[in-house]
């Protein structure tokens, strides 16, 4: 049973940064590209920054050069640095394989940035 857990969200203010994290279990997760996914009230998930097998990233255009994604695969856990959080960037965040799997998304993590 694949489990994906996220976790590190919290309320923070404009201009302030948070560590998210993703655990995973039932997968062998080196062998897997990786996702942060978001999704606002409203709006459509969205995917804001992968991580290749090999290292590789990318980014949505509207987080680039302020989130950084990197993955430790000892830990089967993806990570998603955010610095200079914006109000726009409240969302709940979720973790999935890269391309996601619909049946694999997990609670998320609530990200609350206020003005």
């Known amino acids: 049973q694949v489990q994906l857990v996220e976790s590190g969200g919290d309320l923070v203010q404009s201009g302030g940064s948070l560590r998210l994290s993703c655990a995973a279990s039932?997968?062998?997760?080196?062998?897997?590209?990786m996702g942060w996914y978001r999704q606002a009230p409203g709006n459509e998930r969205e995917l804001v920054a992968g991580?290749?097998?090999?290292?590789?990233?990318n980014y949505a255009d509207s987080v680039k050069g302020r989130f950084t994604i990197s993955r430790d695969n000892a830990k089967n856990t993806v990570y998603l640095q955010m610095n200079s959080l914006k109000p726009e960037d409240t969302a709940v965040y979720y973790c999935?394989?890269?391309?996601?799997?619909?049946?694999?998304w997990g609670q998320g993590t609530q990200v609350t940035v206020s003005s």
């Open positions: 999935n394989v890269l391309p996601a799997i619909q049946g694999w």
């Open positions: 991580i290749t097998t090999g290292g590789r990233t």
């Open positions: 039932g997968i062998i997760f080196s062998k897997n590209h």
